[in-house]
């Protein structure tokens, strides 16, 4: 069954897909009228709905069922040191794919350039399209942050803060547990400068605990990806035990 994005706001009456999400529907996939669909909005809603009609580059909709995902109990928010990467789009489709629940860019000492004011359209649309390759329906929120000062002090918010350093011993390494314990659990990466002692400084200061990925000096968003990978499995792994309890 195909899925598509309709934002939250368009969920009511008369329920209509447009732009990119109908041409897909229309031209790409050629959908009739008809065939039920899945629609999700990103805050975890799903639906299945009917084609009623293609009109005007419009794909109108008749739901049949429509239910809501519970919120994760356990969210984790990466904040990622900004950096002028390709490899960026990398990141936030796994983050899709891998159930972050923020990703966070700020702006450090050894960062190439800074942050944009707001997250870009075609970051959105990344989000989007792995959120319906994966049947998550919930998508990771974006925020960008100026600098070491504001992710601090937005830190106040999370009982559990980490943050990632290569010089960290390895004896003291990260687990999926360590990136759990909380409702709320936010991982500090540098740039792919690395953080300075300083930055390091503040932030212990600050109720950050420090801890390694290994003997090996990973790359920004191999690291990203391996945080989310250890916090993804250990979410289903609880969930599996709930199962079988």
């Given at each position: 069954?195909?899925?598509?994005?309709?934002?939250?706001?368009?969920?009511?009456?008369?329920?209509?897909?447009?732009?990119?999400?109908a041409i897909h529907l229309i031209k790409v996939?050629?959908?009739?009228?008809?065939?039920?669909?899945?629609?999700?909005?990103?805050?975890?809603?799903?639906?299945?709905?009917?084609?009623?009609?293609v009109k005007k580059k419009k794909a109108y909709?008749?739901?049949?069922?429509?239910?809501?995902?519970?919120?994760?109990?356990?969210?984790?928010?990466?904040?990622?040191?900004?950096?002028?990467?390709?490899?960026?789009?990398?990141?936030?489709?796994?983050?899709?794919?891998?159930?972050?629940?923020?990703?966070?860019?700020?702006?450090?000492?050894?960062?190439?350039?800074?942050?944009?004011?707001?997250?870009?359209?075609?970051?959105?649309?990344?989000?989007?399209?792995?959120?319906?390759?994966?049947?998550?329906?919930?998508?990771?929120?974006?925020?960008?942050?100026?600098?070491?000062?504001?992710?601090?002090?937005?830190?106040?918010?999370?009982?559990?803060?980490?943050?990632?350093?290569?010089?960290?011993?390895?004896?003291?390494?990260?687990?999926?547990?360590?990136?759990?314990?909380?409702?709320?659990?936010?991982?500090?990466?540098?740039?792919?400068?690395?953080?300075?002692?300083?930055?390091?400084?503040?932030?212990?200061?600050?109720?950050?605990?420090?801890?390694?990925?290994?003997?090996?000096?990973?790359?920004?968003?191999?690291?990203?990806?391996?945080?989310?990978?250890?916090?993804?499995?250990?979410?289903?792994?609880?969930?599996?035990?709930?199962?079988?309890?």
């Amino acid at each position: 069954m195909h899925t598509f994005y309709l934002a939250p706001q368009n969920w009511k009456p008369p329920y209509i897909l447009e732009g990119q999400e109908a041409i897909h529907l229309i031209k790409v996939l050629r959908i009739r009228p008809g065939t039920t669909v899945k629609l999700l909005d990103g805050k975890g809603r799903l639906g299945l709905f009917k084609l009623e009609q293609v009109k005007k580059k419009k794909a109108y909709l008749q739901p049949v069922k429509i239910w809501s995902q519970d919120t994760p109990v356990k969210k984790i928010s990466l904040a990622l040191g900004w950096n002028r990467s390709i490899r960026r789009s990398l990141i936030l489709e796994k983050a899709v794919e891998l159930k972050a629940w923020q990703i966070i860019f700020w702006r450090g000492q050894f960062s190439q350039g800074r942050p944009a004011g707001a997250p870009k359209d075609n970051w959105v649309n990344r989000l989007i399209a792995a959120a319906k390759q994966s049947q998550n329906p919930w998508l990771p929120e974006i925020l960008n942050l100026s600098g070491l000062s504001e992710l601090i002090h937005y830190a106040k918010h999370f009982k559990q803060k980490i943050v990632l350093w290569e010089k960290c011993s390895p004896e003291n390494i990260l687990t999926g547990q360590d990136l759990s314990r909380e409702e709320k659990n936010l991982v500090v990466i540098g740039p792919e400068g690395g953080l300075s002692m300083d930055e390091i400084n503040k932030l212990t200061q600050n109720g950050f605990q420090i801890f390694s990925l290994g003997t090996s000096v990973l790359r920004w968003e191999t690291a990203a990806i391996l945080c989310l990978g250890l916090h993804y499995l250990e979410q289903e792994k609880e969930e599996a035990l709930k199962l079988r309890s």
